[in-house]
């Protein structure tokens, strides 16, 4: 079957959920991620980076978890920088609109009712409480319908270089691990992640973000940290280097780079490519703002461990715009079948 679309960067991500299933062929999960599906399976699409007041996004989490929700999204996590959504926390009103936010408080107390929101007067300025993820998860969790997961950005450098780990259903806090190196940086924080879920017991997804988010990264870096299982291959913020320059690979030819060093030359796993948000901004489309990507996940069940666990087993695509009904691979005749949900704006032609 080919396809064709009208717009080269859906193309780019249907193209991702084949390479995903073609890694998948070349080498199974410890989970047997090639084994067929079980039948009450079905896809539920998330986003695993989001920002919030809890750091540096500019709006209060409620209204980000119902913006998602609203948008027919299955499963969020907040991962805001080196913080879980816990304890007491104010800010001053200002810090949202200095970051962009219009009139936030007012659309905070008209959503949730001033009986929900939390204000006090210090130093002649008015103050919010932020609530906390135990606080207001029971206001958006609905079996079947919609999932909050707990996330950090675990937000580390070395030098003046930026690394940055997000880990999605994590229980505790984790601080920035530090290194010698690049490499041991990123090791460090994901072996920071894989001892907390065996010490908790439960599946934590760690995931490299925006490699070349100040260039920070190498797809040699990527490739050499078998640790190292997950990355964003697109990150929605606009100022993460996703293209690349003239001097520095795109993050896809990266990953091309990577995999082929893991496969021909270290016969390692693969790296999967995750896509993000990395929202910030909720007041206009300008800026790091949601709905620009997102992961598609296949399980039975809207649950944050059947998620995650469903992540490692490669059962999940990446998309920036393009949806599948479904995706099939038959292990016995290494035969991979795809269903593309044809949108209004697109032109798809088929040939047998």
Same mark, same amino acid.
């Given at each position: 079957?080919?396809?064709?679309?009208?717009?080269?960067?859906?193309?780019?991500?249907?193209?991702?959920?084949?390479?995903?299933?073609?890694?998948?062929?070349?080498?199974?999960?410890?989970?047997?991620?090639?084994?067929?599906?079980?039948?009450?399976?079905?896809?539920?699409?998330?986003?695993?980076?989001?920002?919030?007041?809890?750091?540096?996004?500019?709006?209060?989490?409620?209204?980000?978890? %119902?913006? &998602?929700?609203?948008?027919?999204?299955?499963?969020?996590?907040?991962?805001?920088?080196?913080?879980?959504?816990?304890?007491?926390?104010?800010? !001053?009103?200002?810090?949202?609109?200095?970051?962009?936010?219009?009139?936030?408080?007012?659309?905070?107390?008209?959503?949730? !009712?001033?009986?929900?929101?939390?204000?006090?007067?210090?130093? !002649?300025?008015?103050?919010?409480?932020?609530?906390?993820?135990?606080?207001?998860?029971?206001?958006?969790?609905?079996?079947?319908?919609?999932?909050?997961?707990?996330?950090?950005?675990?937000?580390?450098?070395?030098?003046?270089?930026?690394?940055?780990?997000?880990?999605?259903?994590?229980?505790?806090?984790?601080?920035?691990?530090?290194?010698?190196?690049?490499?041991?940086?990123?090791?460090?924080?994901?072996?920071?992640?894989?001892?907390?879920?065996?010490?908790?017991?439960?599946?934590?997804?760690?995931?490299?973000?925006?490699?070349?988010?100040? &260039?920070?990264?190498?797809?040699? %870096?990527?490739?050499?940290?078998?640790?190292?299982?997950?990355?964003?291959?697109?990150?929605?913020?606009?100022?993460?280097?996703?293209?690349?320059?003239? %001097?520095?690979?795109?993050?896809?030819?990266?990953?091309?780079?990577?995999?082929?060093?893991?496969?021909?030359?270290?016969?390692?796993?693969?790296?999967?490519?995750?896509?993000?948000?990395?929202?910030?901004?909720?007041?206009?489309?300008?800026?790091?703002?949601?709905?620009?990507?997102?992961?598609?996940?296949?399980? %039975?069940?809207?649950?944050?461990?059947?998620?995650?666990?469903?992540?490692?087993?490669?059962?999940?695509?990446?998309?920036?715009?393009?949806?599948?009904?479904?995706?099939?691979?038959?292990?016995?005749?290494?035969?991979?079948?795809?269903?593309?949900?044809?949108?209004?704006?697109?032109?798809?032609?088929?040939?047998?």
């Amino acid at each position: 079957m080919n396809q064709r679309f009208d717009s080269p960067r859906r193309f780019r991500f249907l193209i991702l959920a084949l390479v995903i299933a073609a890694c998948l062929m070349a080498v199974p999960s410890k989970r047997s991620a090639c084994q067929a599906e079980e039948p009450a399976a079905r896809w539920w699409k998330g986003n695993l980076h989001t920002h919030s007041l809890w750091s540096d996004g500019n709006d209060f989490p409620e209204m980000i978890c %119902d913006w &998602y929700k609203q948008h027919d999204y299955h499963f969020l996590a907040l991962s805001d920088h080196n913080i879980l959504s816990r304890g007491e926390k104010w800010i !001053g009103e200002e810090v949202a609109s200095k970051r962009g936010a219009i009139d936030s408080l007012k659309r905070y107390q008209a959503r949730f !009712g001033q009986d929900w929101v939390e204000t006090r007067e210090k130093d !002649g300025k008015t103050e919010i409480r932020l609530k906390t993820l135990d606080q207001f998860r029971p206001l958006f969790d609905e079996a079947g319908r919609f999932v909050m997961i707990q996330g950090e950005e675990i937000t580390d450098h070395y030098h003046a270089l930026p690394i940055h780990i997000n880990a999605s259903n994590i229980k505790e806090l984790i601080r920035p691990q530090g290194g010698d190196s690049v490499r041991e940086t990123i090791a460090n924080n994901l072996i920071a992640v894989q001892q907390q879920s065996r010490r908790v017991g439960q599946p934590i997804l760690a995931h490299l973000n925006h490699p070349n988010y100040g &260039y920070a990264v190498t797809a040699e %870096d990527m490739a050499a940290v078998v640790e190292e299982q997950f990355f964003e291959v697109y990150n929605g913020h606009p100022s993460v280097g996703h293209r690349g320059d003239a %001097d520095h690979a795109s993050v896809e030819r990266m990953w091309d780079i990577a995999n082929t060093i893991r496969l021909a030359e270290m016969q390692a796993p693969p790296l999967y490519g995750l896509a993000t948000d990395d929202s910030h901004n909720y007041f206009g489309n300008r800026g790091s703002s949601p709905g620009r990507g997102w992961v598609m996940v296949r399980t %039975d069940e809207l649950d944050p461990h059947k998620i995650i666990h469903a992540l490692m087993d490669g059962h999940f695509y990446a998309s920036s715009g393009v949806t599948l009904n479904d995706v099939k691979f038959d292990n016995d005749r290494r035969e991979l079948r795809v269903s593309i949900k044809k949108k209004k704006k697109s032109t798809a032609s088929r040939r047998g």
